[in-house]
């Protein structure tokens, strides 16, 4: 008799139909949720690889990306403390941090934050991709690399840098389906103090699984326009990339 499970399972990575032997899991499928919840613990504790990430990204021609960390001190902090995550480290004795000032129309932020092995993984191809579509019409500064970083740590870059509108690539939380995806997180005229509500996100980007990189790039291409038009990101803003394509 044919596995009614088995087409179903083909069209999604969640655990569905997994049969029981007795009043248990057969030990085939606990074995598959431990080694995937150890994945994904792994996912979250390993230390980014910062200077692999930099060979990555140099050969795009976006410049040699500088590093930022926050004040979280090591990773235990940054999970115990997002607060911190979201705050700049004093890189320097005048207490502030070193980013160059580019004037440049948009702002990419490299942030390791729930998964640094995911944007080990994809951040070249999603910077490839996102350059691809936006350098001919914009002009994009040096990518920066943050370190122990949450979402918000890119407002304190992006207005230091003074771009208009800023990209956050970050490691998204590990899922026991998927531990290597990224998120990216669109914010016009970054600033300290935007709120969650002022963004926009392009989430489970992790090919060939999840997000292509061609895709969540041509969604960016279409947020950035309209936040240009609009003069704001966030819950105003709406995703028009089908459109355009249709």
């Given at each position: 008799m044919t596995d009614l499970w088995t087409v179903?399972?083909?069209?999604?990575?969640?655990?569905?139909?997994?049969?029981?032997?007795?009043?248990?899991?057969?030990?085939?499928?606990?074995?598959?949720?431990?080694?995937?919840?150890?994945?994904?613990?792994?996912?979250?504790?390993?230390?980014?690889?910062?200077?692999?990430?930099?060979?990555?990204?140099?050969?795009?021609?976006?410049?040699?990306?500088?590093?930022?960390?926050?004040?979280?001190?090591?990773?235990?902090?940054?999970?115990?403390?997002?607060?911190?995550?979201?705050?700049?480290?004093?890189?320097?004795?005048?207490?502030?941090?070193?980013?160059?000032?580019?004037?440049?129309?948009?702002?990419?932020?490299?942030?390791?934050?729930?998964?640094?092995?995911?944007?080990?993984?994809?951040?070249?191809?999603?910077?490839?991709?996102?350059?691809?579509?936006?350098?001919?019409?914009?002009?994009?500064?040096?990518?920066?690399?943050?370190?122990?970083?949450?979402?918000?740590?890119?407002?304190?870059?992006?207005?230091?840098?003074?771009?208009?509108?800023?990209?956050?690539?970050?490691?998204?939380?590990?899922?026991?389906?998927?531990?290597?995806?990224?998120?990216?997180?669109?914010?016009?005229?970054?600033?300290?103090?935007?709120?969650?509500?002022?963004?926009?996100?392009?989430?489970?980007?992790?090919?060939?699984?999840?997000?292509?990189?061609?895709?969540?790039?041509?969604?960016?291409?279409?947020?950035?326009?309209?936040?240009?038009?609009?003069?704001?990101?966030?819950?105003?803003?709406?995703?028009?990339?089908?459109?355009?394509?249709?």
């Amino acid at each position: 008799m044919t596995d009614l499970w088995t087409v179903l399972r083909q069209n999604t990575s969640a655990r569905i139909g997994l049969g029981r032997v007795g009043d248990s899991l057969p030990t085939s499928r606990v074995l598959e949720f431990a080694a995937a919840h150890a994945a994904a613990r792994d996912a979250v504790h390993h230390p980014l690889d910062v200077d692999a990430l930099i060979a990555a990204i140099e050969p795009l021609g976006l410049g040699t990306p500088s590093v930022v960390a926050s004040r979280a001190a090591d990773r235990s902090e940054y999970l115990r403390r997002p607060d911190l995550g979201r705050q700049p480290a004093a890189n320097d004795s005048s207490g502030g941090y070193s980013v160059d000032t580019e004037d440049a129309d948009i702002g990419i932020v490299l942030a390791d934050g729930l998964s640094p092995i995911a944007l080990t993984e994809h951040a070249a191809g999603v910077v490839g991709a996102i350059k691809d579509v936006l350098a001919p019409q914009y002009s994009i500064a040096t990518p920066v690399i943050a370190t122990q970083a949450r979402v918000a740590l890119g407002d304190h870059i992006g207005a230091a840098q003074k771009v208009g509108t800023l990209i956050v690539v970050i490691g998204e939380r590990p899922g026991l389906s998927v531990a290597d995806s990224v998120g990216i997180y669109l914010t016009h005229l970054p600033r300290p103090g935007r709120a969650d509500s002022e963004r926009n996100c392009i989430s489970n980007i992790h090919p060939p699984g999840g997000q292509s990189y061609v895709g969540a790039a041509r969604v960016v291409a279409a947020l950035v326009e309209g936040a240009r038009a609009l003069g704001r990101s966030g819950v105003d803003l709406k995703d028009t990339s089908r459109t355009l394509t249709e």
